[in-house]
């Protein structure tokens, strides 16, 4: 077991950012205000209950429970006593797309909107405290190849997370099967996160993807039992909440921003997909009540 650390961070000596960093804590004061980091964050939640909100979806806390959070992901700690380890890695220090191939957890651990953003760790404590110790004394060592050695181990941590994810949640790994499904399945994700702001109708990702859409429409309802509309306004909705909760734009600047030139057309889009008006939404649970 990892004993009570200090925090131990290494600085991108270019711009001065974060590049990544270890950290053990023993309570929830970091995590229990709105987190949005530009970097991605691995929290091991070893001890401790209560709630974990991420984009606006509330999940329960348990004991040795990993959560994976993207860049700009949104997330809260809703809890009093908790314990366990964090990383946080900038895309600068280690691009998980440029390693896709090694790790796969693009679209398993990270940037997946359609699966829960944890896995449970209690068969594979061991394992990853193993590789958090070493994680730990390496970046200590400022001797040579340090970067290359916590990036080894970083990747070790991940594929072992990854594993456990398509074990837990089958789903979140079916992207990896050889089967022609979904492949085309992973594309349209990554299609969808990619022009969602300028793209929203499913004919067009059909076409982007060169595949009938009847054909896609099947797979996607198969899978994912949604529609390629429903899996469009999903995305939209959450970048929607994203902009409402955390930033002072006017409605109509967030519906310009996300492809929409009628502001009174997003509205109702809006209160269609989340039964509320996107100003009552704010004033609610946003910008609006956070800033008063």
């Not at 809890?79 to 398993?108: M, N, R, W």
């Not at 734009?249 to 997003?266: H, N, P, Q, R, S």
Request: aromatic residues 14%; hydrophobic residues 40%; neutral net charge.
């Amino acid at each position: 077991m990892i004993a009570e650390s200090p925090v131990f961070t290494l600085i991108n000596p270019q711009n001065g950012n974060l590049g990544f960093k270890f950290m053990a804590f023993n309570d929830s004061s970091s995590f229990d205000h709105v987190q949005r980091h530009n970097y991605y964050s691995l929290i091991w939640v070893k001890q401790g209950s209560g709630k974990v909100r991420a984009d606006f979806k509330d999940y329960d806390l348990v004991p040795n429970s990993l959560f994976a959070f993207s860049p700009y992901q949104p997330f809260v700690f809703i809890t009093q006593q908790v314990s366990g380890v964090a990383l946080y890695f900038h895309p600068d220090f280690f691009c998980i797309h440029k390693h896709q191939a090694e790790i796969a957890c693009h679209g398993v651990l990270f940037n997946n909107i359609y699966e829960p953003p944890f896995i449970g760790v209690s068969d594979s404590s061991v394992t990853l405290d193993n590789v958090l110790n070493q994680i730990r004394d390496e970046i200590q060592n400022t001797t040579l190849a340090q970067h290359e050695i916590l990036v080894s181990y970083l990747k070790i941590f991940l594929i072992h997370c990854s594993r456990l994810k398509t074990e837990q949640a089958p789903q979140a790994g079916a992207d990896l099967v050889a089967v022609r499904e979904p492949y085309i399945l992973q594309n349209l994700k990554d299609a969808i996160e990619k022009n969602f702001k300028t793209k929203h109708s499913a004919g067009e990702y059909a076409n982007a993807l060169n595949i009938s859409i009847k054909a896609l429409a099947k797979a996607t309802k198969t899978y994912f039992d949604k529609t390629i509309t429903e899996l469009i306004s999903e995305r939209i909705i959450i970048e929607a909440k994203r902009e409402l909760y955390l930033t002072n734009k006017t409605v109509k600047e967030i519906a310009y921003g996300l492809g929409y030139d009628d502001e009174y057309y997003f509205s109702r889009f809006f209160k269609v997909n989340t039964d509320i008006s996107p100003q009552m939404y704010r004033e609610t649970v946003g910008f609006g009540r956070g800033g008063n």
